[in-house]
């Protein structure tokens, strides 16, 4: 996986032919539905034909969304796929408890092969995001949190996506306060809308995400030029590290612009980014 993976593109378990596509779309990780995609009486058959399908590695990073942790589904889920070759990652819906991810964490853990599927949790409700922190510090193989918007705007019952903008940030702060990656974004759900998808992302790394959920290819390219820094960004960062290899300490560039140490490693953090693709 890119050290910046910026693209996860959803598809159903259940349908082969498309995670086929899928895998050589150019997203950075694909993510194998097997909860909200997949009708009730079609969840056995998605599971089957996901485990034969990453019985052996794939070229392209793959995450399995299993079934919700409370459901009847989930163990066989996990049980079924936690030791494949091709499962590069577990997604956890709806958690709302880091009791789930250490059950989780010890049922998945691989007794041979070396290692555990990394988990990923979803929160998706107001319980799960007052215990962000909790989640995201549950257990060492627990790699990142994200936000199940649709899920989580029913629960609180909120008209205007304005209204998650709380809720975003905390799990932003959490995951930070946690050593975790800046969360992914959730899925922008109108494929045809381009353009309000751009603006959603430019919002969205305002609140310091990064990368989105997508669930179809033609979304791919805008949200990775939506968080890849411009040009503009890239020759500031250049300017400010100059500047501090010239000259140590706090300074203050022709500009105006302050530069300390805080400055200096979010220009270093946004040059690796630049130089992902």
């Known amino acids: 996986m890119r050290p910046y993976p910026l693209t996860w593109l959803y598809v159903p378990g259940d349908r082969p032919e ?12 694909v993510v ?26 794939q070229p392209v990073p793959v995450h399995v969304r299993v079934n919700a942790l409370d459901g009847p589904l989930a163990a066989a889920d996990l049980a ?15 958690v709302t408890s880091p009791a789930q991810i250490t059950r989780v964490a010890q049922r998945t853990a691989r007794t041979e092969g070396g290692g555990a599927p990394p988990l990923y949790a979803l929160l998706e409700s107001a319980l799960g995001i007052e215990r962000a922190y909790a989640i995201a510090t549950a257990h060492p193989n627990l790699r990142g949190i994200a936000l199940g918007e649709a899920d989580l705007r029913a629960d609180l019952g909120v008209r205007h996506d304005r209204g998650l ?18 969360p992914s974004q959730s899925v922008h759900p109108d494929i045809r809308d381009l353009e309000g998808l751009r603006t959603s992302c430019a919002h969205g790394r305002t609140l310091g995400f990064l990368g989105r959920a997508a669930v179809h290819p033609r979304q791919l390219p805008v949200i990775e030029r939506a968080f890849l820094p411009t040009e503009e960004e890239i020759e500031q960062a250049e300017t ?38």
């Open 80 to 94: 079924a796929l936690a030791p494949l070759p091709g499962v590069r990652g577990l997604r956890l819906p709806k």
């Open 165 to 182: 903008d709380w809720s975003r940030s905390r799990v932003v702060v959490a995951a930070r306060a946690a050593a975790l990656p800046p």
């Open 32 to 57: 194998v539905d097997l909860e909200d995609a997949v009708a009730p009486d079609r969840k056995r058959y998605a599971r089957e034909a996901t485990a034969e399908r990453l019985s052996d590695p």
């Open 240 to 277: 400010i590290l100059k500047a501090a290899e010239a000259q140590q300490g706090a300074q203050a560039l022709a500009d105006g612009t302050f530069i300390d140490a805080a400055v200096v490693t979010q220009a270093h953090r946004t040059l690796s980014l630049a130089q992902r693709a």
């Open 18 to 29: 498309t995670v086929t596509k899928a895998l050589a779309a150019g997203a950075d990780v």
